[in-house]
């Protein structure tokens, strides 16, 4: 495994801010992941695990080992209760993962289509959209902890996922090394059609009752239109995670503020829109110097040219302290910040 110093972490990121680490490792294998382990821990450097960069800050350079988990490979893993299990390594990219399985006739991933980044980061935060989690399909993760040097095997279930969640955002914060995901998959068509967005693409493309693959392009045609491509406007997608509020809390705001929308969960919590909150504090296409809030997506900070880590993290908190003052609500980041 090929060991780089002082290397550039632009290229690594969606964000494409400017920052480098003092070591930088592309592992491909569960030997060079524990070597990469080992090299930090010699090095006396901590390490800094990348999939697809695609949920992450540099705030500054690292003074860190930067390890890219590259592991390769998909199979089909055996039959559960009439579904198919189809384990992914951690380095599979996730959309390539969703239109395999999809070839292959396996459902139940068509409406987490388009999401950047890996397999392997797909739990760290439950990944979800257009009314569908992750934590849905998943069936168990294989993880390398960092401690003890062990294979561990977790199961959905022990993953603990919530909202943008999972425990290795918790208890199991940086201990876990995310070798492989195993999906539990349907061979008939599951179609999750409750999300606005996702049905009225659909009716526009005169489907009632969409196929699988024409779910995955409705998808892929709305993510198209509101989300800006990192690839020409640097960005982490969401910057914020929607809060989650009590019903007092909900009424509260909804006396100030009638339009709030507000989503109830089964707990009785309510689920605001982060957007919303965003764009009501006046801060839609907002600008500080390269950092912004794009113009069509509040929820998404992008980077129009040369921002640093820092004026991002500098607008965001500008964005939480007044929708704070403003609306009494504290928003959380969703990318990892380092
Ligand atoms: C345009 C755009 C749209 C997006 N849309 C969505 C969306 O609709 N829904 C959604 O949920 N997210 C969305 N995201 C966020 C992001 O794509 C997901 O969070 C994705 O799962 C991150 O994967 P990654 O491989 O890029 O992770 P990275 O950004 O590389 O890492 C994210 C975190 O996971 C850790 N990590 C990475 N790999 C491993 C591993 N193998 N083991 C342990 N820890 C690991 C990292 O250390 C880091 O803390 C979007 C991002 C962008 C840029």
């Known amino acids: 495994m090929q060991v780089l110093e002082d290397h550039p972490l632009k290229a690594l990121h969606t964000f494409g801010c400017e920052a480098r680490a003092r070591l930088f490792a592309e592992a491909r294998t569960l030997d060079e992941l524990r070597a990469g382990l080992a090299l930090g821990r010699e090095r006396g450097l901590p390490v800094v695990l990348l999939g697809g960069g695609s949920n992450v800050l540099f705030q500054a350079d690292l003074e860190a080992l930067v390890l890219k988990v590259a592991l390769d490979g998909l199979e089909l893993a055996g039959e559960e209760g009439g579904q198919a299990l189809v384990r992914a390594a951690a380095g599979v990219g996730w959309d390539a993962l969703v239109e395999e399985c999809l070839r292959r006739g396996l459902f139940g991933l068509e409406n987490l289509s388009g999401i950047p980044g890996t397999a392997g980061a797909a739990p760290v935060q439950n990944i979800g959209a257009y009314g569908v989690e992750l934590s849905e399909s998943l069936h168990a993760i294989e993880a390398l902890d960092r401690e003890s040097g062990e294979l561990r095997r977790l199961t959905a279930r022990e993953c603990r996922f919530g909202y943008r969640d999972s425990i290795f ?27 606005a967005a996702l049905r009225d693409e659909l009716q526009a ?112 908190d500008e964005i939480r302290a007044a929708v704070l003052a403003r609306l009494g609500v504290r928003l959380e980041l969703e990318p990892r910040v380092y």
Do not use: M
């Open 205 to 316: 493309r005169g489907l009632a009752r969409p196929a699988p693959r024409e779910v995955r392009e409705a998808v892929l045609a709305v993510r198209a239109r509101k989300l800006p491509d990192p690839i020409e406007l640097g960005n982490a997608g969401s910057f914020f995670q929607n809060p989650v509020v009590s019903a007092e809390a909900f009424a509260a705001l909804r006396v100030a503020e009638p339009g709030a929308p507000g989503h109830p969960g089964p707990d009785g919590r309510v689920k605001l829109s982060a957007a919303w909150l965003v764009e009501r504090c006046g801060f839609r296409g907002a600008r500080r110097g390269d950092a912004g809030v794009h113009h069509a997506q509040a929820l998404v900070l992008v980077n129009h040219g040369r921002a640093s880590g820092r004026e991002l993290l500098a607008l965001g």
């Open 169 to 195: 955002k918790r208890e199991l914060l940086d201990r876990l090394v995310l070798c492989a995901v195993t999906l539990r998959l349907s061979r008939a068509p599951v179609p999750r059609l409750e999300y």
